[in-house]
């Protein structure tokens, strides 16, 4: 088994179990339990697809099923959320009013505004994007790698949902207007969250943590891509702050958490 197959198992198995420790209704319950078993009884089938596939096609579903199944992972955390913690909300809020208290939208020309709410929609395609450009390389053989340092990074965000409940600062009245100046690709990135994410904060940011890890491992593995997709992942935790996406605290923690599974990596090899 692959260490990214094993990966995925664990983050579904706890997903499961957490189905009947939290209080959760009995809907969501059952749909977090079916797609917690659904997906771990993929992943352990992978093991046997090289018998009846020829290697080559085999080895491309293996490496690329993580990126498909991640969307799954984001769904099933989110049916975790009950109620917001107002402690922690509170303290997030609080963080930001000193981080970007000297900041004014008047500020910012509405080009970098646009240029940031554009990185923030590279958001989603950071990751097959990523990926591909090993393939691209003629590197499909370090996948395993990549996903060794995304999966955790991202998994260990979706993972806290279920006890750091906190809901977005962009729906909050008390948070504040965002800071960036209104554009038409913001109005894009809104209608994506209004009807293709959970409507909860994760916390820390799982956006950040899978840009971070992304770059990172590519700047190991093919240093040109990860130089470049370093810069749109800067851009994109600037932009998930003064967009009002998620609070400040979330992508600085996301990010180290980003760099420290990265480091562990590292020692690991």
Not at 85 to 106: N, T, W, Y
Not at 203 to 214: D, K, R
């Amino acid at each position: 088994m692959r260490p990214a197959e094993l990966i995925n198992m664990i983050y579904f198995s706890y997903l499961v179990v957490m189905a009947w420790v939290r209080p959760l209704s009995a809907g969501k319950r059952l749909k977090a339990t079916i797609a917690g078993l659904a997906a771990i009884c993929l992943f352990w089938s992978m093991r046997f697809i090289g018998q009846y596939l020829a290697f080559l096609p085999s080895s491309i579903i293996r490496d690329w099923l993580p990126a498909p199944l991640f969307l799954v992972a984001y769904w099933t955390a989110g049916l975790y959320f009950t109620a917001p913690s107002e402690k922690l909300q509170s303290r997030l809020m609080r963080f930001d009013r000193r981080v970007l208290g000297r900041i004014h939208p008047a500020g910012i020309p509405r080009i970098a505004a646009a240029c940031l709410e554009l990185a923030y929609l590279l958001c989603y395609p950071l990751l097959p994007l990523g990926l591909g450009a090993l393939y691209i390389a003629r590197m499909g053989r370090c996948a395993d790698a990549f996903w060794t340092v995304v999966l955790p990074a991202v998994y260990l965000c979706f993972a806290a949902l279920p006890f750091a409940r906190t809901l977005p600062p962009r729906i909050l009245a008390e948070a504040g207007e965002p800071v960036l100046p209104p554009t038409k690709i913001r109005e894009f990135n809104l209608w994506i969250l209004r009807y293709g994410s959970i409507r909860v904060n994760t916390f820390p940011s799982a956006h950040v943590a899978t840009a971070f890890s992304v770059s990172l491992v590519l700047l190991y593995l093919l240093p040109l891509a990860g130089i470049v997709f370093l810069g749109v992942s800067v851009c994109i935790a600037i932009a998930v702050v003064l967009g009002r996406y998620h609070y400040a605290a979330d992508a600085l923690i996301g990010a180290a958490i980003a760099m420290a599974i990265f480091l562990i990596f590292l020692m690991l090899r």
